[in-house]
């Protein structure tokens, strides 16, 4: 069949190289894609956003299923629009990204369904919510409503803090997606992803992840889209998936499924976790970069059988095939990120990596020039190992970087810490 995948960073690349490696696979094309992913792919020059060209090129291109990677084209309705046209589509309606979309709006889902999560407030004005601030005192969490590229939730250790959130919110900081804002108790534990497909009906769990969010060694400095994951995160047992699956997962599937708005996809649960339980932090409706690398790694060719399987609403006939193993990426990044940094430095060494199942060095910011890969982005390549172990996977990517000459990129060098202080 012909697949088209919408969205050109380290997820698509690796959603690409799994789906790459199915039979059912004969055309892949992705739009815009990177560097690394026209090594294997298609690319294409289509604005993700534009839903009638989307359905257009499908035309043109005879494309027979889409997966949309990022929440852009979701929340713009691109899955609406090619579904309306009859392609076969992975990904949630513009109405079920919503969980993404607004957090006010992952709030009332909780509240009807009974899912643990933060309590919570929401507000429209900035008095009340600073008079709220000074009741609670801090730590509290402050998030405005809709999509603010990952930069939209203060978690306030200070009052001060949280007030200043309030006042840069409604100051339009982060124009309509703070016209509301949430603010919500802070909740401690260990975080965690969990993440699910879903045809609307069915649930089938596909794996779980822990990210790092901060940009520094140790958890420190400033937070970033992910400096680097791994899967399977121990934290998240198969007593706590189950608890997530009976009382957060499964009652928002159904829930939404009640109100006529179905979500088939991929349901991605940010969950907090704490005396072996876990509460919803934020849903979002898209795999996680870097987390889709490492699920990818795992899943490997069977990732398109479980994809068409979602799509196809025949989620209950579908089984994952587990090799007991882990993997891990590194995000190698511009120096500079998550603030300013420079584009257009050479990458060398990449000839040097080693790419087979237990290897791979997915581009994230990548650019080709007169054969040479230059850094597109901030977030520029993920270096991704399975193993037997965390330890081995975890040894694997970094020998990787090692054959990498890249004086303009940094990485974190402790990536996987949590999951190999439990061994
Ligand atoms: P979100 O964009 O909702 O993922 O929030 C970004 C990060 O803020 C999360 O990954 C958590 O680390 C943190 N966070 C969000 N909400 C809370 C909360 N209620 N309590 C503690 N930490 C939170
Ligand atoms: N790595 C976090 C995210 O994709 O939202």
């Given at each position: 069949m012909n697949i088209l995948i919408l969205g050109g960073g380290g997820r698509e690349h690796a959603l690409a190289w799994a789906i790459k490696q199915?039979?059912?696979?004969?055309r892949l094309i992705v739009a815009p894609g990177n560097a690394g992913i026209a090594m294997l792919a298609e690319v294409a020059d289509l604005d993700v956003l534009d839903a009638a060209a989307v359905v257009a090129f499908c035309a043109e291109n005879a494309v027979d299923f889409v997966v949309v990677g990022p929440e852009a084209p979701l929340a713009a309705g691109v899955a609406d629009a090619t579904r309306a046209a009859g392609i076969l589509t992975f990904g949630p309606s513009a109405e079920a990204a919503r969980l993404e979309a607004s957090k006010a709006f992952t709030k009332e889902i909780c509240d009807a369904c009974g899912a643990p999560t933060a309590a919570y407030v929401r507000f429209t004005e900035a008095g009340p919510a600073r008079a709220y601030v000074k009741a609670q005192g801090a730590p509290i969490v402050v998030k405005a409503d809709g999509l603010a590229a990952g930069k939209g939730v203060i978690v306030a250790m200070t009052e001060a803090e949280a007030l200043d959130a309030v006042d840069d919110m409604f100051g339009g900081e982060?124009?309509?997606?703070?016209a509301e804002v949430v603010i919500e108790e802070f909740m401690t534990g260990e975080e965690a992803s969990f993440f699910i497909l879903t045809d609307g009906v069915n649930a089938l769990a596909i794996g779980t992840a822990q990210d790092h969010k901060r940009m520094g060694d140790g958890d420190t400095g400033p937070n970033t889209g992910g400096m680097g994951a791994y899967s399977?995160?121990?934290?998240?047992s198969e007593v706590v998936q189950a608890q997530a699956m009976a009382e957060i997962v499964l009652p928002t599937i159904r829930e939404m499924a009640r109100r006529g708005t179905p979500y088939q996809g991929v349901l991605y649960a940010g969950l907090m976790i704490e005396g072996g339980r876990g509460r919803l932090v934020e849903y979002n409706a898209r795999f996680g970069d870097p987390e889709c690398q490492v699920l990818m790694m795992r899943l490997g060719a069977q990732a398109l059988d479980l994809l068409l399987a979602c799509a196809e609403g025949r989620l209950d006939q579908a089984r994952v095939n587990w090799a007991d193993d882990h993997a891990l990426t590194v995000v190698m990044a511009a120096k500079g990120y998550p603030g300013a940094y420079q584009r257009g430095s050479m990458i060398h060494g990449l000839e040097r990596l080693p790419e087979d199942s237990r290897h791979m060095c997915f581009h994230a910011g990548t650019l080709e020039k007169d054969g040479q890969i230059l850094a597109n982005g901030g977030r520029v390549l993920n270096i991704t190992a399975r193993g037997a172990s965390l330890e081995e996977a975890r040894n694997r990517a970094y020998g990787m970087i090692d054959h990498l000459d890249w004086p303009e990129g940094f990485c974190r060098s402790d990536i996987g810490w949590r999951g190999l202080a439990r061994d």
């Open positions: 199915n039979p059912k696979t004969d982060f124009g309509a997606a703070g399977p995160a121990p934290v998240l």
